[in-house]
């Protein structure tokens, strides 16, 4: 019951942040340097995941398999591969590497 | 600059909709699938790890929330280190919100529930930055906001279905770091971000997030090096970068960057025909999205 209950708070909090900016900014004019704002910052949130998914296990760095699959995906992004190939590339190399032994 | 302009004033077309959610939602799945093996593993049961899905609907606090059940931790700190990792979403959905038309309540409250990391940085990484031309504003926009939409419904109904089918047929599956698949999560944000390393200002916001929050991941709580990474956002937009400023060039350059994403030859042929079960769907939500 305890595990259904954090759950809910988890879920309800999760929304309400979600919810914040719909309610409040959607369908009005924003300032110029705040629209280019919310441009940018999607910009280091999405490569902070990709950094710590990457190289990050529990609170510390460390190197794995992860490491050569994401190289490999990124040779695939900078190639403009379609985003399923990125993807597949990305697994496929480190579940190799694994397969091989390391990481 | 470029050759043909016809595609400018028309919104994506439905198959492009498609072959840019298609696989989005099936890596999403495929995460979604190991999500549904360790939430019963941990001890949920499968109809409370696909409640789970279905609710919080944010993959990683998802997987924190479960890792403190299964290390026998108490409940309510997993759900606060979850609860940390998605502060992100503030931001995220501020970001997309000054392309959504607001509306009523429920459609706010709908689009709200669609804000997931997939759906608002495919939207607005393939549509280039909010035109600062007010005639084109409105064109912008409803580009966007389609591309959230149908991207959003896919990830949401590609995550529960994956969770329920790893939550109840868990036992099939055997260890999914076999198949690599904690590395197709940061593979595809990589080619989210794409759009972005494309210009001088997104490199700089990206890359002061990397070092911020490699930089900050050892001292600080889960989540937090996430939320500080986008300060680099904050630095980004004052920082004296010069060629962004040229104009609608970049614009151009951008979108173009985002086109060639959906229509790269690289389009498998099971995806095609998959594309074609899903056209209707897609088809509905373009007509609801309304011009």
């Known amino acids: 019951m305890t595990t259904i209950l954090a759950l809910v708070v988890l879920a309800v909090g999760t929304y309400l942040m979600k919810a914040l900016g719909p309610f409040t900014a959607a369908g009005r004019e924003l300032p110029p340097w705040l629209d280019r704002l919310a441009n940018l910052v999607p910009a280091g949130l999405l490569a902070a995941l990709v950094a710590t998914q990457t190289v990050v296990d529990g609170a510390s760095l460390t190197l794995d398999a992860r490491i050569v699959g994401v190289a490999a995906a990124a040779v695939a992004v900078a190639l403009r591969a379609h985003f399923g190939i990125v993807v597949l590339v990305g697994a496929g190399v480190t579940a190799g590497v694994r397969a091989l032994g390391w990481g | ?291």
Request: charged share 15%; proline share 7%.
């Open chain 2, 1 to 291: 600059m470029r050759p043909l302009d016809r595609t400018t004033s028309e919104p994506p077309a439905v198959r492009s909709l498609v072959l840019t959610a298609l696989p989005v939602a099936l890596a999403v799945a495929a995460y979604g699938l190991s999500y549904g093996v360790l939430a019963v593993a941990a001890g949920l049961s499968p109809a409370v790890a696909t409640l789970s899905s279905i609710l919080v609907l944010a993959g990683g606090s998802q997987f924190a929330f479960v890792g403190v059940l299964a290390l026998g931790g108490n409940p309510f700190a997993g759900a606060l280190s979850g609860l940390l990792l998605n502060v992100r979403y503030v931001a995220f959905g501020l970001a997309i919100a000054r392309a959504l038309p607001g509306g009523p309540w429920w459609r706010r409250s709908l689009d709200s529930y669609l804000i997931v990391d997939e759906s608002v940085a495919l939207a607005l990484g393939q549509s280039g930055p909010r035109p600062r031309d007010p005639a084109k504003v409105d064109a912008w926009s409803v580009e966007v906001v389609r591309r959230f939409r149908v991207v959003g419904w896919a990830v949401v109904t590609g995550w529960i279905l994956a969770t329920a089918l790893g939550a109840y047929g868990g036992q099939l599956i055997a260890d999914p770091e076999v198949f690599g698949l904690d590395a197709a999560f940061p593979a595809g944000f990589l080619a989210l971000l794409a759009p972005w390393l494309r210009t001088p200002r997104g490199r700089l916001a990206a890359g002061i997030g990397v070092v911020l929050a490699l930089g900050l991941t050892p001292v600080a709580p889960p989540g937090v090096p996430i939320i500080a990474a986008a300060l680099g956002g904050l630095i980004a937009v004052w920082a004296p970068v010069r060629s962004v400023d040229a104009g609608d060039g970049a614009v151009d350059a951008e979108v173009e960057a985002g086109a060639d994403v959906t229509g790269s030859a690289a389009a498998a042929a099971d995806a095609a025909a998959a594309a074609e079960a899903g056209a209707d769907a897609a088809a509905t939500d373009s007509a609801g999205g309304g011009r």
